[in-house]
């Protein structure tokens, strides 16, 4: 079972996995990726980590979300092109 009560230390030793890389790993004909730029797409993210820091305790969110200015990095829009966009894919 996961356990939510990792330690994280803010290590910029340990670089993010950029959309760049995520890219490489999934099926560009079929879907199309993007940095998170919208407002109400980098609101939504937010205020579903929120949520879900307050129902799991997650300090893994929390910390996604106290270090926003960097953790924006890791998240790519993921677009179908057909049935719309999924938003914050974290890679």
């Known amino acids: ?4 009560k990792i330690t994280i230390t ?11 890389d ?3 790993k999934c099926n560009q ?8 730029e919208l407002p109400e797409d980098v609101k939504f993210v937010q205020d579903f980590l929120g949520e879900f820091v307050e ?3 997650s300090t893994i969110a929390q910390h996604i ?3 926003w200015a960097t953790e924006r990095a890791c998240f790519v ?15």
Do not use: Q
């Open 55 to 57: 129902k799991t305790g």
């Open 10 to 20: 803010d290590d910029s030793s340990i670089p993010c996995s950029r959309w760049e």
């Open 77 to 91: 829009k993921v677009g179908d092109g057909v049935l719309g966009t999924h938003v914050g894919t974290r890679v």
């Open 1 to 4: 079972m996961y356990d939510n």
């Open 65 to 67: 979300l106290d270090n």
């Open 22 to 24: 995520f890219g490489v």
């Open 29 to 36: 004909e079929s879907v199309a990726l993007e940095s998170l």
